[in-house]
């Protein structure tokens, strides 16, 4: 009876056994099918399906190296650099040995710059495997960020040598050489990777990107190499459509294409493209800036204000995109209009930050851009009241005055105020000379200046396909703004400005930036409208960089008498307000650097009214010298000094034969002197 009762239970537990056996089965097959599943879709460049797989892995496997390489690599693809870094020391805690953790860990490190760390993962598995193009590349990749270059090529060219050009080891070496703005190599190389690989959509994509670099700064060869572009990026769309490093790069070529050929239609297509990558990728500042810049272009304002507002909340400190958004907003936009409300409101609050502190002088352009924005705001006016009234403005103060007046008719503050600043005007050598008229609702100033009268080209960006598309315009808007606010300097502006881009436009200009860079072969068109008027004599040209936030201006100013440039300053300038305070800090050397010099207005009895006053930088005591021609012909004293014109006695009997309207006045100790300041 034991026996028989034995027989039943043993098969029992057998069976039992065997289905346990069975199910573990099934569910290592759906592990496997899973981790196999999300390979694929991670091949497809579809992480977050790809991670779902590997996690659902995971559930049936807690231990499964596959899965957990899986979840960490597909969590760095997108982002998420905290989870990838725990599942690859996850997995190195087993597999101390596991290379491609050690290469996944160390992307995490690079991101960091803890090169310790990397060199501490990677230097022993490089003894055991030196031959290793995995672990090659990674410590390429440190050596690069580290600025080592040279020795980066020399290791992956040696081994890539050694090994018969794998194609892995060829597309590091082209990274490299693009790293170095070697480009022909760059090219050579990735254009080998491509031929053992060419099924590999970022190759060509890649392939792309060097031709563009490779010609960037020669025009022509530019526009004759966009065929191959276009080839290349076709090659890479076709291979895979949602590649975002192909679709950008199309969107470069679509803007030189059009440019070159004036095709809106082509532009349009560079819109499309753009907007596509900036709803795919809402983090990327470049792509929302790219988008408003060209929707300013076409007209989109909608989707201009939208990006530049999404773009300036990306990064905030982005002095260029700050200033391009402004100069949309003034040429584009209501005063009412909530984007330029805010930019003008950002402006007051920095003016109101930097009026008393070291900045203070370049503070002035926060206060000028925040009255070209908000106009109507009571705060600005009210600043603008006491910066007119501190500076000796009195024409603009008095006009200032007048339209508060007109709003608030009785206010007895304002009418006092008013009919002090109109008895100052009457006072004024200006008007008794007849150069300022007082009427009813307004003052007229009619002062004719003759100081000296600048240029500004566009500046050229010393990298290729700069940030910002319109940088090297703006930087040059810029110049002419904060020129413009010194009376001692004319800056050449309005429609003689546009009638001169457009003769420069025809000769030579850049088919991505648009710019027009400085050539001296093409100075005789900035005279094109002046046919008796005195000539432009001075250019001021030069380059920029800006990277990791920092502006690097190298600027010069050109003197078509001596035919060469009689200055050069380098400077650079970093963080918030860093464009108002270079700009201020070049424009202050280029008032320095030129002659203070006007022409005589009027011949009277016993003196000569000139075109020299406070503004031009002359006290009571400074002493002029009449020129004619170059000519020097003697002195003379000021006896009364004004803001923009001056009474002057000359110094020799008999002056009345010898002097006549017309003829030119200067400072002698500001004659201009050759110096470099770098």
Same mark, same amino acid.
């Given at each position: 009876?034991?026996?028989?009762?034995?027989?039943?239970?043993?098969?029992?537990?057998?069976?039992?056994?065997?289905?346990?056996?069975?199910?573990?089965?099934?569910? +290592?097959?759906?592990?496997?099918?899973?981790?196999?599943?999300?390979?694929?879709?991670?091949?497809?460049?579809?992480?977050?399906?790809? /991670?779902?797989?590997?996690? !659902?892995?995971?559930?049936?496997?807690?231990?499964?190296?596959?899965?957990?390489?899986?979840?960490?690599?597909?969590?760095?693809?997108?982002?998420?650099?905290?989870?990838?870094?725990?599942?690859?020391?996850?997995?190195?805690?087993?597999?101390?040995?596991?290379?491609?953790?050690?290469?996944?860990?160390?992307?995490?490190?690079?991101?960091?710059?803890?090169?310790?760390?990397?060199?501490?993962?990677?230097?022993?598995?490089?003894?055991?495997?030196?031959?290793?193009?995995?672990?090659?590349?990674?410590?390429?990749?440190?050596?690069?960020?580290?600025?080592?270059?040279?020795?980066?090529?020399?290791?992956?060219?040696?081994?890539?040598?050694?090994?018969?050009?794998?194609?892995?080891?060829?597309?590091?070496?082209?990274?490299?050489?693009?790293?170095?703005?070697?480009?022909?190599?760059?090219?050579?190389?990735?254009?080998?990777?491509?031929?053992?690989?060419?099924?590999?959509?970022?190759?060509?994509?890649?392939?792309?990107?060097?031709?563009?670099?490779?010609?960037?700064?020669?025009?022509?060869?530019?526009?004759?190499?966009?065929?191959?572009?276009?080839?290349?990026?076709?090659?890479?769309?076709?291979?895979?459509?949602?590649?975002?490093?192909?679709?950008?790069?199309?969107?470069?070529?679509?803007? /030189?294409?059009?440019?070159?050929?004036?095709?809106?239609?082509?532009?349009?297509?560079?819109?499309? !493209?753009?907007?596509?990558?900036?709803? +795919?990728?809402?983090?990327?500042?470049?792509?929302?800036?790219?988008?408003?810049?060209?929707?300013?272009?076409?007209?989109?304002?909608?989707?201009?204000?939208?990006?530049?507002?999404?773009?300036?909340?990306?990064?905030?400190?982005?002095?260029?995109?700050?200033?391009?958004?402004?100069?949309?907003?003034?040429?584009?936009?209501?005063?009412?209009?909530?984007?330029?409300?805010?930019?003008?409101?950002?402006?007051?609050?920095?003016?109101?930050?930097?009026?008393?502190?070291?900045?203070?002088?370049?503070?002035?352009? =926060?206060?000028?851009?925040?009255?070209?924005?908000?106009?109507?705001?009571?705060?600005?006016?009210?600043?603008?009241?006491?910066?007119?009234?501190?500076?000796?403005?009195?024409?603009?103060?008095?006009?200032?005055?007048?339209?508060?007046? +007109?709003?608030?008719?009785?206010?007895?503050?304002?009418?006092?105020?008013?009919?002090?600043?109109?008895?100052?005007?009457?006072?004024?050598?200006?008007?008794?000379?007849?150069?300022?008229?007082?009427?009813?609702?307004?003052?007229?100033?009619?002062? $004719?200046?003759?100081?000296?009268?600048?240029?500004?080209?566009?500046?050229?960006?010393?990298?290729?396909?700069?940030?910002?598309?319109?940088?090297?315009?703006?930087?040059?808007?810029?110049?002419?703004?904060?020129?413009?606010?010194?009376?001692?300097?004319?800056? $050449?502006?309005?429609?003689?400005?546009?009638?001169?881009?457009?003769?420069?436009?025809?000769?030579?200009?850049?088919?991505?930036?648009?710019?027009?860079?400085?050539?001296?072969?093409?100075? =005789?068109?900035?005279?094109?409208?002046?046919?008796?008027?005195?000539? $432009?004599?001075?250019?001021?040209?030069?380059?920029?960089?800006?990277?990791?936030?920092?502006?690097?201006?190298?600027?010069?100013?050109?003197?078509?008498?001596?035919?060469?440039?009689?200055?050069?300053?380098?400077?650079?300038?970093?963080?918030?307000?860093?464009?108002?305070?270079?700009?201020?800090?070049?424009?202050?050397?280029?008032?320095?650097?030129?002659?203070?010099?006007?022409? /005589?207005?009027?011949?009277?009895?016993?003196?000569?009214?000139?075109?020299?006053?406070?503004?031009?930088?002359?006290?009571?005591?400074?002493?002029?010298?009449?020129?004619?021609?170059?000519?020097?012909?003697?002195?003379?004293?000021?006896?009364?000094?004004?803001?923009?014109?001056?009474?002057?006695?000359?110094? /020799?009997?008999?002056?009345?034969?010898?002097?006549?309207?017309?003829?030119?006045?200067?400072?002698?100790?500001?004659?201009?002197?050759?110096?470099?300041?770098?």
């Amino acid at each position: 009876m034991f026996q028989n009762l034995v027989k039943p239970t043993f098969l029992i537990l057998y069976i039992t056994a065997l289905l346990v056996s069975v199910s573990f089965l099934n569910a +290592e097959t759906t592990t496997l099918e899973d981790i196999t599943d999300g390979k694929r879709y991670q091949s497809e460049n579809n992480c977050r399906k790809a /991670i779902q797989l590997y996690q !659902s892995a995971l559930q049936k496997n807690r231990n499964s190296i596959d899965a957990k390489l899986g979840v960490a690599d597909c969590s760095f693809r997108l982002g998420a650099f905290r989870e990838s870094k725990k599942f690859y020391l996850e997995i190195l805690e087993r597999e101390p040995k596991h290379i491609p953790g050690v290469i996944g860990l160390s992307e995490i490190y690079l991101r960091d710059s803890d090169f310790a760390a990397i060199a501490k993962l990677i230097d022993p598995l490089l003894v055991e495997f030196p031959n290793h193009s995995g672990l090659r590349i990674t410590e390429a990749k440190s050596l690069q960020k580290q600025g080592k270059l040279d020795s980066a090529i020399y290791k992956i060219k040696t081994l890539a040598t050694r090994l018969d050009e794998p194609a892995d080891l060829l597309l590091m070496l082209a990274e490299l050489y693009f790293t170095k703005q070697n480009y022909n190599d760059a090219y050579n190389a990735i254009d080998s990777y491509s031929k053992k690989e060419p099924n590999d959509a970022d190759g060509f994509a890649f392939k792309a990107k060097v031709l563009l670099y490779q010609n960037y700064f020669y025009p022509n060869q530019l526009k004759a190499v966009l065929p191959l572009v276009e080839d290349a990026l076709q090659n890479s769309i076709n291979l895979d459509p949602k590649g975002e490093q192909a679709r950008f790069f199309s969107v470069y070529h679509d803007i /030189i294409l059009a440019n070159q050929t004036a095709d809106k239609e082509i532009k349009k297509r560079a819109f499309r !493209s753009i907007y596509e990558l900036a709803r +795919e990728f809402p983090e990327n500042q470049l792509y929302h800036s790219l988008e408003a810049n060209l929707a300013w272009e076409l007209g989109e304002t909608k989707f201009a204000t939208y990006h530049y507002r999404r773009a300036l909340q990306l990064d905030d400190l982005d002095e260029i995109l700050r200033f391009e958004a402004e100069e949309y907003t003034i040429a584009s936009e209501k005063e009412e209009s909530k984007l330029r409300r805010e930019l003008g409101d950002y402006r007051r609050d920095r003016f109101y930050s930097e009026k008393h502190s070291l900045y203070h002088k370049s503070s002035l352009f =926060h206060l000028k851009r925040a009255k070209d924005l908000s106009p109507q705001t009571p705060v600005i006016r009210k600043e603008l009241l006491e910066f007119y009234n501190q500076t000796g403005e009195a024409v603009k103060y008095t006009n200032l005055l007048l339209r508060l007046r +007109e709003e608030d008719p009785n206010s007895f503050k304002l009418q006092n105020k008013l009919e002090f600043s109109i008895k100052n005007l009457k006072d004024s050598i200006e008007f008794r000379e007849g150069y300022i008229q007082i009427d009813p609702n307004s003052i007229q100033e009619n002062t $004719v200046r003759f100081s000296p009268e600048v240029y500004v080209f566009d500046l050229e960006s010393s990298l290729a396909f700069p940030y910002h598309l319109q940088a090297g315009r703006l930087l040059a808007e810029a110049f002419r703004y904060n020129l413009k606010q010194i009376q001692s300097v004319r800056v $050449v502006d309005g429609d003689e400005l546009k009638h001169i881009r457009g003769l420069l436009k025809e000769s030579n200009f850049h088919p991505f930036s648009q710019t027009l860079p400085f050539k001296i072969d093409n100075l =005789h068109l900035l005279d094109s409208k002046r046919k008796n008027a005195a000539k $432009v004599r001075y250019v001021v040209h030069g380059r920029y960089q800006i990277k990791d936030g920092d502006i690097r201006l190298d600027v010069s100013v050109y003197d078509r008498d001596s035919l060469r440039d009689i200055a050069t300053w380098s400077t650079n300038q970093r963080g918030r307000d860093s464009l108002p305070t270079i700009i201020h800090r070049i424009s202050e050397r280029i008032k320095d650097l030129l002659p203070k010099e006007g022409k /005589i207005l009027k011949v009277k009895k016993d003196e000569v009214i000139v075109s020299l006053g406070k503004d031009d930088g002359l006290k009571k005591d400074s002493k002029l010298e009449f020129q004619r021609k170059g000519k020097s012909l003697f002195q003379g004293e000021i006896t009364e000094l004004g803001k923009s014109i001056s009474s002057v006695k000359p110094s /020799i009997r008999g002056w009345e034969k010898e002097l006549a309207t017309g003829d030119d006045v200067i400072l002698p100790k500001d004659l201009r002197t050759e110096k470099t300041d770098k």
